[in-house]
């Protein structure tokens, strides 16, 4: 029988026991990685569709915008001449109407200008004939003898001459004043009867070219605008504006997107990854082509921007390969090779440092590390750690080393 000497050392020792075991267990449960080295490599994940490398665009006709009444139904197989495209013509009819009405009033504001003029030079050549008579009257009559008239009366037929005299002038200026200003306004008339008129022959080109043909016989397909909009009938088309283009099918190429916080190191000649999605069993390969200087919205109302890339193909298929079908795609950013990674889990910052807990018997102590690239699940590392250490994918929650190494 134990006295209470022992008993009371079984007890410590039960505990004791009891205590490192719960501490094996917690260790034990803090998930770990074992650094290694492993292929790595970076892709970016992008959308988009098939279209042609080069296609014949078809631009709106006339120089004034245009609302389409009729389309020919796309993807279909046109012939050189056939109407693709038809605008309506009521608005441009009824804009020429108002247009002419204009330049028939001004017209007859013209009519009624030379009319004034014309009036109002008889009214001067009248008053000018007038004083002519009255300066042959005067001369006739006047006599400065004192011995025949008064020396008031001699005044009185000089003061008449005088006032005939200024009055010709004045006659003679308002000639001239009259002329100059229905000159001017003759002038102004004119001017914007040419400005009506120039419009009036503007709406007459867009009624002559109310029918959009197709110059080259094949696949009708209509182009979509910066917003990704294709013209529909009821739209309002600008003069220019790529309508529709007829693809060469032997030589097609893909146009994808690419999020902009995701875009980071695409550059030309990367491979892609290619998958329709109506055939994702069939993998194509390509490389970028092209990449957009600044990313843009691809739909109306959306804020968030996409960088557009082109694609070139490393293979044509003309069954599957067809315009406007819709695809996926990823781009090779960084080819695969061995490097040293770990999680992006494993990862923890702390003042603009980086670092790892490293885990040393059964302790994890805190690490700094220099990361390099990294893709959506690993990252490179570069300094800090090397193959075969062991770091924990967590925090563990109690550690004696909380200070990095």
């Keep these: 029988m134990m006295n209470l000497s022992q008993l009371t050392k079984l007890l410590g020792l039960c505990a004791a026991l009891t205590f490192l075991a719960a501490c094996e267990e917690e260790q034990s449960s803090i998930p770990t990685y074992q650094v290694k080295e492993r292929d790595f490599n970076i892709s970016v994940s992008a959308f988009g569709e098939i279209e ?3 296609a014949q665009k078809i631009a709106s006709p006339g120089n004034q915008p245009m609302t389409l009444e009729w389309l020919a139904p796309e993807n279909s197989i046109v012939q050189a001449g056939d109407v693709i495209a038809r ?5 441009i009819i009824k804009d020429s109407r108002e247009e002419e009405l204009e330049m028939l009033k001004l017209q ?17 050549e009248s008053d000018q004939t007038f004083v002519k008579h009255e300066f042959a009257f005067v001369d006739r009559f006047a006599i400065d003898d004192l011995r025949i008239y008064s020396q008031l009366e001699i005044i009185d037929t000089l003061q008449n001459r005088d006032f005939l005299e200024a009055k010709d002038d004045f006659l003679e200026w308002k000639e001239s004043s009259i002329d100059q200003q229905h000159e001017s306004e003759s002038a102004v008339l004119n001017i914007r009867n040419s400005g009506h008129a120039a419009k009036f022959k503007r709406y007459q080109q867009a009624l002559s070219k109310l029918e959009v043909v197709a110059p080259y016989s094949g696949l009708l397909i209509y182009e979509k605008d910066r917003r990704g909009e ?11 504006r790529p309508i529709a283009n007829i693809p060469n099918l032997d030589n097609m ?3 994808i997107f690419v999020l902009a916080n995701d875009a980071i190191d695409l550059a030309i000649d990367q491979k892609v990854n290619i998958r329709l999605d109506a055939f994702p069993e069939r993998l194509f390969t390509g490389k970028v082509n092209n990449v957009a200087g600044f990313p843009r919205s691809i739909e109306r109302g959306n ?4 960088y557009e890339i082109t694609v070139s193909l490393d293979e044509q298929d003309k069954m599957l390969m067809q315009p406007g079908r819709k695809i ?27 670092y790892v807990y490293l885990k040393s018997g059964s302790e994890f102590s805190r690490s700094e590390v220099t990361s390099g690239r990294k893709n959506q699940y690993l990252v490179e590392i570069t300094e800090g750690v090397a193959a075969g250490d062991v770091i924990a994918l967590s925090i563990p929650e109690s550690n004696t080393s909380g200070k990095p190494s």
């Design 230 to 240: 294709k013209p529909s009938v009821g739209q309002t088309v600008f003069p220019g």
């Design 108 to 124: 007859q504001d013209m009519s009624k200008n030379n009319a004034i003029q014309n009036q109002q030079q008889k009214d001067i």
């Design 328 to 354: 996926s795609a990823d781009i090779l950013v960084k080819e695969p090779e061995p490097s040293l990674v770990v999680p992006l889990q494993a990862i923890h910052h702390d003042e603009g440092k980086s």
């Design 253 to 255: 190429q893909a146009r």
């Design 303 to 306: 804020p968030v921007t996409y």
């Design 52 to 54: 042609a490398a080069e």
């Design 87 to 91: 605008f309506d013509a009521q608005r």
